[in-house]
């Protein structure tokens, strides 16, 4: 490639792997539980790039302040240990055909978001009746640079409801829009959890499901259980998810009423700490989030976020290196050939990649530097840089990123950073240079981790 270009934004890096996606459907998906949306990431690279992200380094100016609100940390796991074991298979049982997935989606200070979901889609709900049942919760806190988290709570609160009485096409049992097919969505019956909270019931494609909505104080909560029958009646009743929906609102209401210490991290998203990511790139990191996928094929996806704090007086202008780094464990469950196997085809698709000039089209186009083998990670690794550019966007500099890629065992990991590893600060002072990301840099950063990860790993 030609010398290093620009790269990098200190908003998002926002990207859709491909073939982790697939992966994912192919055992099940990942739950999504009410304002979480758990995105994992594999191997595949680039594009698309979500249409919002900017890859350009903005210049920012401050903005007036609003008294913080302090928010709790909290994990998808805790979230899910909240529920008693009883209450939730009477609701949604283990078994074969039972799954549980556990995610924590943001983990800042400004932010925190985490969600846990139960299916079952084959289980005895009473009376010798087969059915599938779902039980989803999510809560949600964030402050903005104009609102702390208890006002942007009711604000987002008051504009969920909403768009949720906006939905509503049933009245009194009998629909209002004319239709006879489409999901059917009840009026808001109000309710005494928290601050404020209401619940709305549903009928679509997935069943009948009751949604409860819940503002206390900083947090928003969001409750949903339902599903429909394979034999017998093809639904349960509104009385009964409503009921279920109640149980379980009044467990998290509570427990998101605690004051909480640390968050408690377990597994492999608890082998490496922030202070291991400053150490090996600059100030500041926060998270991880966390993103789990329990089946056949298990993963576990660590992600945090490294933006460099850039002290500035009112009115200066300033930009700050940083981006994302991201751990992806997949545990492949075949055994160490299907490990390797996993392993050889990314190697393939990347020097494939590479000698075809990339891939995307006019609209995003991702250009990949050739595989570099790499000793001392594992059984075998990897390192690929890539480039991506908006071919219709030329104003714009590419976003850039070093993925390496490990196998160990029956597993493989792959390490990524992307985003910008030089320069920021303030705009027009002496010295002053836009942020970049230098290959060299991010390389020692990211092989560093690597190295500390895997010593970690059981």
Same mark, same amino acid.
């Given at each position: 490639?030609?010398?290093?270009?620009?790269?990098?934004?200190?908003?998002?890096?926002?990207?859709?792997?491909?073939?982790?996606?697939?992966?994912?459907?192919?055992?099940?998906?990942?739950?999504?539980?009410?304002?979480?949306?758990?995105?994992?990431?594999?191997?595949?690279?680039?594009?698309?790039?979500?249409?919002?992200?900017?890859?350009?380094?903005?210049?920012?100016?401050?903005?007036?302040?609003?008294?913080?609100?302090?928010?709790?940390?909290?994990?998808?796991?805790?979230?899910?240990?909240?529920?008693?074991?009883?209450? #939730? =298979?009477?609701? +949604?049982?283990? &078994?074969?055909?039972?799954?549980?997935?556990? /995610?924590?989606? @943001?983990?800042? %200070?400004?932010?925190?978001?985490?969600?846990?979901?139960?299916?079952?889609?084959?289980?005895?709900?009473?009376?010798?009746?087969?059915?599938?049942?779902?039980?989803?919760?999510?809560?949600?806190?964030?402050?903005?640079?104009?609102?702390?988290?208890?006002?942007?709570?009711?604000?987002?609160?008051?504009?969920?409801?909403?768009?949720?009485? #906006? =939905?509503?096409? +049933?009245?009194? &049992?009998?629909?209002?829009?004319?239709?006879? /097919?489409?999901? @059917?969505?009840? %009026?808001?019956?109000?309710?005494?959890?928290?601050?404020?909270?209401?619940?709305?019931?549903?009928?679509?494609?997935?069943?009948?499901?009751?949604?409860?909505?819940?503002?206390?104080?900083?947090?928003?909560?969001?409750?949903?259980?339902?599903?429909?029958?394979?034999?017998?009646?093809?639904?349960?009743?509104?009385?009964?998810?409503?009921?279920?929906?109640?149980? +379980?609102?009044?467990?998290?209401?509570?427990?998101?009423?605690?004051?909480?210490?640390?968050?408690?991290?377990?597994?492999?998203?608890?082998?490496?700490?922030?202070?291991?990511?400053?150490?090996?790139?600059?100030?500041?990191?926060?998270?991880?989030?966390?993103?789990?996928?329990?089946?056949?094929?298990?993963?576990?996806?660590?992600?945090?976020?490294?933006?460099?704090?850039?002290?500035?007086?009112?009115?200066?202008?300033?930009?700050?290196?940083?981006?994302?780094?991201?751990?992806?464990?997949?545990?492949?469950?075949?055994?160490?050939?299907?490990?390797?196997?996993?392993?050889?085809?990314?190697?393939?698709?990347?020097?494939?990649?590479?000698?075809?000039?990339?891939?995307?089209?006019?609209?995003?186009?991702?250009?990949?530097?050739?595989?570099?083998?790499?000793?001392?990670?594992?059984?075998?690794?990897?390192?690929?840089?890539?480039?991506?550019?908006?071919?219709?966007?030329?104003?714009?500099?590419?976003?850039?990123?070093?993925?390496?890629?490990?196998?160990?065992?029956?597993?493989?990991?792959?390490?990524?950073?992307?985003?910008?590893?030089?320069?920021?600060?303030?705009?027009?002072?002496?010295?002053?240079?836009?942020?970049?990301?230098?290959?060299?840099?991010?390389?020692?950063?990211?092989?560093?981790?690597?190295?500390?990860?895997?010593?970690?790993?059981?």
């Amino acid at each position: 490639m030609a010398a290093t270009p620009r790269g990098g934004g200190s908003k998002g890096w926002l990207i859709a792997g491909v073939a982790v996606l697939v992966v994912l459907l192919l055992i099940g998906g990942l739950a999504v539980g009410g304002w979480i949306l758990l995105r994992t990431r594999g191997g595949e690279p680039g594009p698309p790039l979500s249409s919002t992200g900017d890859r350009r380094q903005p210049v920012r100016s401050p903005s007036p302040t609003v008294q913080a609100v302090k928010l709790r940390p909290i994990s998808g796991d805790q979230l899910c240990a909240a529920v008693p074991d009883d209450l #939730r =298979r009477s609701l +949604v049982s283990d &078994g074969t055909y039972g799954r549980k997935d556990a /995610s924590t989606r @943001a983990a800042t %200070e400004a932010e925190k978001q985490a969600a846990c979901t139960w299916s079952n889609n084959k289980m005895d709900v009473g009376n010798g009746v087969i059915g599938h049942r779902t039980l989803s919760i999510s809560v949600a806190a964030q402050s903005t640079e104009s609102q702390n988290a208890i006002e942007y709570a009711k604000y987002r609160f008051d504009r969920n409801k909403e768009e949720h009485e #906006r =939905r509503v096409n +049933v009245r009194e &049992g009998r629909r209002t829009d004319a239709r006879t /097919s489409g999901s @059917a969505f009840g %009026e808001l019956r109000e309710l005494r959890y928290g601050d404020a909270s209401y619940s709305q019931t549903s009928l679509g494609r997935s069943g009948l499901k009751a949604g409860v909505y819940v503002r206390q104080g900083p947090w928003l909560i969001e409750v949903v259980y339902g599903g429909s029958n394979r034999t017998g009646v093809q639904y349960p009743s509104g009385d009964e998810v409503r009921a279920a929906a109640g149980k +379980v609102t009044e467990v998290i209401t509570a427990e998101m009423a605690k004051d909480a210490g640390e968050a408690k991290l377990d597994g492999p998203c608890a082998i490496l700490t922030a202070k291991d990511l400053e150490s090996a790139f600059f100030p500041a990191a926060e998270g991880p989030s966390v993103g789990g996928n329990a089946g056949r094929i298990r993963q576990t996806t660590c992600t945090w976020s490294i933006h460099e704090a850039v002290e500035h007086e009112p009115g200066q202008k300033f930009t700050a290196r940083g981006g994302e780094f991201r751990v992806h464990l997949v545990d492949w469950g075949g055994g160490s050939s299907e490990s390797k196997f996993q392993f050889d085809r990314d190697a393939k698709k990347y020097d494939r990649y590479s000698a075809k000039g990339g891939i995307g089209d006019g609209n995003i186009h991702t250009d990949y530097e050739p595989r570099q083998a790499l000793s001392g990670l594992g059984e075998q690794a990897f390192a690929v840089i890539s480039s991506t550019t908006r071919p219709n966007r030329p104003e714009e500099d590419p976003l850039q990123e070093i993925l390496i890629k490990v196998l160990i065992g029956d597993r493989t990991v792959e390490f990524t950073f992307r985003g910008t590893t030089t320069g920021g600060g303030l705009v027009g002072v002496a010295g002053y240079q836009e942020p970049i990301f230098e290959s060299s840099v991010a390389r020692r950063a990211v092989t560093r981790l690597a190295t500390t990860f895997l010593a970690g790993l059981e």
